[in-house]
């Protein structure tokens, strides 16, 4: 992952950019929580009828993402 930036140097150029960055964020902080908040984030997600743990939300965090990141999707010809 690149150095933070500071918000003088943030250009955002749309909506996908802007939420490839949102994920890229969320997806860099629940990978290196603590054991506690990683405990949390399952209860959380438990109330809400998600059985997959911390871990599945980091993977689909990754996965929505990269599905951003790849062209054929940004060109809407991605099945």
Not at 47 to 55: D, E, F, L, Q, R
């Amino acid at each position: 992952m690149p150095p933070p930036a500071s918000s003088d140097d943030l250009t955002v150029t749309g909506h996908d950019d802007l939420l490839e960055l949102l994920l890229e964020v969320c997806e860099d902080f629940f990978t290196h929580t603590n054991p506690a908040t990683r405990a949390e984030v399952d209860r959380f997600l438990r109330a809400h009828g998600v059985t997959g743990g911390p871990g599945w939300l980091i993977d689909m965090l990754s996965l929505t993402r990269r599905h951003l990141q790849d062209p054929a999707y940004r060109d809407g010809s991605s099945s």
